[in-house]
């Protein structure tokens, strides 16, 4: 291993979301293993500030536009002091990479890609991605599908594909409460975006409220509190569900959260590999998800959940009926998933993978 590596994590922010999760539990992993680490924010902090270990370097740039001089000369600054040799910029990140390259040239650059429309590339801007790709050492795709798209459009050394990890750590500082029976409570971890699909979770949660009226649908994630977030609100009240459907916005503690669920469910219409699944999988949750990204990779149907066709609130329903019937299955989804999780979307397994690159 080489000892002089030192790598930075670059993000936008610390709300939590899918590549915001993987940014700092990579911080977290290779500080665990000896390398030494460090952590970037852009423009945002967040609930995930809290979850970066002591021992990962931290630093907030608060940039206020594109191209903010005040925050470049910070972050070059930071990287000369603590001699950082990797920037490992995540999603929209790469602007801020680029510039320090341009800055510092002998640093790599590695732009994770976590882009959540998989099923949606066609729509996909290639520009100003595939000027900037040539100054990335390699870039790294969260499904086969990106990992294509990149080899085709972009100009990067290198493309791998690495399947995101999870990590469920206790927090005993935080406990949030879920409201409903316990034993009966059906759970998604989905930030309140379109590609999410929460109105048809909902549209297929009122199907199973007619059957049974004592389960309750609780929606953890970002509320950004506009349009597609007041039409989640509307059906709510506009089908008398506010005593049967919760929303608790961000929340940091989710070892707790999934304690105290019964069945995981997402219902995106496009998705990369969502790191909520992996979550349920380490939970030992049984699931009910859609066919979209690796989420079929991930679930076996009918051997390690239930996985049906998106946009389609029927399938879904049915999908957590047969869940909410057979408790026996809803246990051996549970640890089938666990045992897939652990297996093959390991933090070990992940951190040797990247280690391999970056010594490259």
Known sequence: MNKNLKVIQLIDSLNPGGAEIMAVNIANGLSEVAIESHICTTRLEGDL?????????????NKKNVIDIKAIKKLHNYIKENKITIIHAHSSSYFTAFLIKLVQPKLAVIWHDHYGKSEHLKERKKFPLNFFSNKFKAIISVNNTLLDWSLKNLKPDAVFYIPNFASLNLDKKIQTSLKGIEGKRIVCLANLRPQKDHLNLLNAFKIIHDKYIDWTLHLVGMDLNDVYSQKIKTFIIAEKLQNHVFLYGA????HSILEQATIGVLSSNSEGLPVALLEYGLAKLPVAVTDVG??????????????????????????ILSLIKNKEDRLKYGKKLYSN???????ENYLKQLLEIYNK
């Open 341 to 347: 999780v652990n297996s093959n979307y390991s933090k």
């Open 49 to 61: 500030k809290i979850k970066i270990a002591p021992s990962v370097g931290y630093i907030f740039l």
């Open 251 to 254: 929340c940091s503690d989710i």
């Open 294 to 319: 690796e989420c079929g990779v991930v679930v076996e149907n009918g051997v390690s959940g239930i996985v049906v066709d998106a946009l389609n609130e029927n399938k879904l329903a049915e999908g």
